[in-house]
């Protein structure tokens, strides 16, 4: 991660920070006058070298960055462990969060029994954040949550709506990933997606909400899902032919994403000519792009009858950092060593 130190010197491009551990993921994305917006955030893997280390406030720490913006996409524990922490430590920083996790004021809470651990912890957290009016951001797809990164910079949110967070809330066990909030940031020229956890059908409402504009005037997309093919859809993709416009994805487990043919590699491959994951079993250190029939041949383990590859990552080798010009090209694109470009 110590090349994340050059960007704090660079500002001329919008810079964004995809940190993709196996499991665990947090977006920065920074303005060149110095706003960030950090979503999510996790702790690293188990493992003795990183448990006093937070790979996002270290991430933060070595960009020379203070927090704009904090937002918890949803509750689950890879994307929540850690925040808390940022929460405390950035404690002017306006949290975002979907509002039918927090209590209303007055009343009790009654999502607190669904969580547990560290994703309580966050979202108590947020609880006690947005005490502090300044502090509340509702995440929710309405103009009311759109907030300013920077001097050029707008951030929005793309899903859910009210509507759509009460009905999946309305679940005894509601679907976490279908009331995720994915986000666009814009920066002059520059469109990102940062798709968030969020599945097929939020992205097809958000297409309804949307049109006619689709993803594919986006200069960048983190795919949502962890490459998923439950989280792939033609409004934030793009459509074919596979373009060579950077769509950064972190892996969950041996599962997700799966390289089997046919399934969520080789259909993100088919309107994305390369994928950076920000970690790349069994390839760490590998200097040129690998191929994904490399990967099948390496797999390591077989979940179900299908290919997977397992292996966890350092949160500090597993990144990948893009700087892009106003106009939406990419500058430069760094990555740590776990990290890798997978092509078909
Ligand atoms: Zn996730
Ligand atoms: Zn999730």
Known sequence: MD??????????????????????????????????????????????????????????????????LLALTHPHHDHASGLTDLINTYDDAPVGCVPVWIAPAGGMSSTAMLLKGDAEDARAAIERAWKDPVREWRLLADPSADRSLGTHGRVEVLSPSQQEADAAHAY??????????????????????????????????????????????????????????TGHHAWALGVAPPTHRPVGLTPYNVRVPNFAPGRDIDKLHDTIDELAMTAVPGYAGNPGPVQVASIRAARTATVGGVPAVGGRHLAFDAWWAWSLRPDGTVGTARHGSAANVVIR
């Open 3 to 68: 090349d994340l130190a050059a960007l704090a010197d660079d500002d001329e491009h919008l810079h964004v920070v995809l940190i993709g551990p196996s499991p665990g993921e947090s977006v920065l994305v920074g303005t060149p006058d110095g706003a960030w917006l950090v979503v999510d955030s996790m702790l690293g893997p188990t493992h003795p070298s990183q448990q006093d280390r937070h790979p996002v406030a270290e991430a933060l720490r070595r960009l020379g960055a203070y927090p704009s």
């Open 172 to 229: 005894p066990t509601p679907s976490f990933n279908a009331i995720s909030a994915a986000m666009r940031v814009t920066w002059h020229d520059v469109e990102l997606i940062l798709g968030a956890d969020l599945t097929t059908p939020g992205w097809q409402a958000v297409q309804g909400r949307r049109a006619p504009t689709t993803g594919d005037a986006a200069h960048m997309h983190k795919a949502s899902h962890h490459g998923s093919d």
